[in-house]
């Protein structure tokens, strides 16, 4: 048997009569569901019960980048995470503020367009980026419409982003 989890659609324990590859037992949970992460978990006893192996995939690679060899045989016993992709959560004036799952590398005017885009009153000049690092510090980075087309800057989990609303834009708008 082969135990499947997380961000599938059918998670469960399944009977795995014959030795098979990764894809194979995620086709048994019918793939990932719409908040998967990009990274599999596969988690294997050994010898030692209390040491097990967990490996890594990296379904971007394995799927979009061909690379075969990282669709590793599944043995009997194993254990498959699909954990949740980490979430951007984009608010200010766009039009559908919220958090929105990262599933791969996702700029910050990818995560803004997932929101919908800039509303009427939005300041294209005053956008911040809100990114929690270690210890519970957060950072904030101040950009404009500007320098993300020059530098695109690739959001992390628990990012927030912030757009301003122009005061000019929004008594006109009134």
Known sequence: KVTVVGSVKKP??????????????????????????????????????????????????????????????IKGGDVIYVPEAGTVYVD?????????PIKKQMSINEAIAAAGGLT???NQDDIK???????????????????????PITVSDRDLIFVERSAMKSAFSS
Request: charged residues 30%; neutral net charge.
């Open 12 to 73: 469960g324990t399944y009977e795995y009569p014959a030795r098979r590859r990764l894809l194979d037992a995620l086709a048994l949970a019918e793939g990932f569901d719409d908040k998967a992460g990009k990274t599999v978990q596969v988690r294997r006893i050994t010898d030692d019960p209390s040491t097990p192996t967990t490996y890594l995939v990296d379904m971007d690679q394995l799927i979009q980048n061909g690379r075969t060899e990282m669709n590793m045989e």
């Open 129 to 151: 980026l809100v990114r929690y690092m270690e210890g519970g510090r957060r950072e904030v980075v101040q950009l404009n419409k500007e320098n993300l087309q020059t530098v």
């Open 92 to 100: 200010g004036a766009v039009k559908k503020p919220g958090s929105y």
């Open 120 to 122: 009427m009153t939005a």
